[in-house]
């Protein structure tokens, strides 16, 4: 860790902001590399191993089982045949599971009005493929997860870091209590994590990535595991690698249906939007394609149904039908922090709290009707994103090809 990022951690023993000291052992031309951070306020001391302030502390055994879980599935990659450079090529390798993580990263690289410097947490972090595709972006990206071990933990981050070409933060920590200061990032991005939560943990999760957000801060999250009305289980427990049982590492994993997610959001203070996958073609820039041997009036069928995707309307029903009943996706989401949000008011219980986000809402909706400065809206299709984008490079005024 850099030295200065011991000022934006909150103690996870007595939850005191701002207040850890950094007392170093050994730093390379990067970081701090072996250390201790102690309190100011309760004198609880952290040691700092390879770069990663080791920031967990009475984690429930679940937590501990899964971290230790990953810690072997790290040793079935390794004899799979995973090294430093298949790590560094992730999510674009050539894989089923890896095709939705490539096709989200993308997304949202193209649609969310990034700013250099602006603060994201990878909650969940993993291997930190994600943090590191953020820092090469320019923001200042923080990785945070349960588990270190390489391959599937946080150390897997030198591999990114260690040639100077670009750096991230990693912390040891749960995001039930993220040892971050309240409003300190500007982005929370998570991509298969929320499901590692049961009722009750994901309605802690959300509420503390709230308070890490600084108002008017987005979380974005990612390829969620659905129950739907065709899949009431959601969690795939089959294989992993084609060769282990999922249940051999100990994740802990729970499908939730696409409105606890959304209400358990909705219940911390965000405002929620369920955003499309670009990765299924209705919702993205591809063209349909057609099975092999497929009858004419099959071809005829499918592509009437495909032109429908240029209806808002027909995208957001295919989206609840798609997220709802039929399965076969993840879920994404955007919540927003309310810009207007009062800070001091964060401990507030949800009866209280929702009817503020809503205030917060009709003042930023009534202030963007009068063109004030307020958080753009968010692109939703793959042309939208575009367009903007065109517009943000080019001129004012200047509309040619
Ligand atoms: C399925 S992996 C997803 C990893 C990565 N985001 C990706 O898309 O490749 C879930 C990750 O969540 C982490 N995790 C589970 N419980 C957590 C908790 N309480 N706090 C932080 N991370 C947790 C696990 O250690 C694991 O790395
Ligand atoms: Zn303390």
Request: with cysteine.
């Amino acid at each position: 860790m850099k030295p200065t990022f011991a000022e934006t951690l909150r103690c996870p023993a007595c939850l005191k902001e701002h207040g850890l000291r950094l007392h170093t052992m050994r730093v390379d031309e990067r970081e701090v590399r072996e250390g201790v951070l102690d309190c100011t306020a309760c004198g609880a001391t952290f040691p700092i191993h390879r770069g990663v302030p080791e920031l967990l502390t009475q984690p429930p055994e679940h937590v501990l089982a899964e971290a230790a879980g990953l810690a072997r599935f790290a040793e079935v990659m390794r004899d799979a045949g995973w090294d430093r450079d298949h790590i560094r090529r992730l999510p674009f390798v050539e894989d089923g599971y890896w095709y939705p993580q490539a096709r989200s990263i993308h997304q949202l690289l193209t649609t969310i009005p990034f700013r250099a410097g602006d603060t994201i947490l990878d909650v969940g972090s993993n291997t930190c493929w994600a943090a590191s595709h953020f820092a090469r972006r320019g923001l200042r990206a923080i990785a945070l997860d349960i588990a270190t071990a390489e391959l599937q933990g946080l150390y897997t981050a030198d591999y990114f870091i260690e040639d100077g070409s670009v750096f991230f933060e990693r912390i040891l920590g749960s995001m039930h209590e993220i040892p971050l200061a309240s409003s300190s990032v500007d982005y929370v991005f998570c991509s298969q994590v929320m499901h590692h939560n049961d009722g009750g943990s994901l309605r802690r999760a959300f509420a503390e990535i709230f308070r890490v957000l600084r108002p008017g801060g987005r979380l974005l999250m990612v390829n969620e595991t659905l129950k739907t009305v065709r899949d009431r289980r959601g969690v795939d427990t089959q294989t992993v690698l084609h060769t282990h049982k999922a249940e051999e590492f100990d994740g802990y994993e729970h499908a939730h249906w696409a409105w606890q997610y959304r209400w358990a959001a909705t219940r911390a203070g965000f405002y929620t939007e369920v955003a499309e996958p670009h990765y299924r073609p209705f919702f993205g820039d591809a063209e349909i394609g057609h099975p092999p041997g497929a009858s004419w009036l099959s071809v005829r069928l499918r592509e009437a149904a495909f032109g429908l995707h240029r209806f808002a309307l027909a995208r957001r029903g295919y989206l609840v039908w798609l997220n709802d009943v039929w399965g076969g996706v993840s879920m994404n989401m955007i919540a927003t922090k309310p810009s207007r949000y009062v800070v001091r008011h964060e401990r507030l219980p949800a009866a209280v709290r929702i009817p503020l986000m809503v205030a917060a809402g009709s003042r930023l909706r009534w202030e963007r009707h009068r063109g004030q400065d307020v958080p753009p809206r968010l692109s939703r299709t793959p042309e939208q994103a575009h367009a903007r984008m065109r517009g943000a490079a080019e001129p004012a005024g200047d509309n040619s090809d």
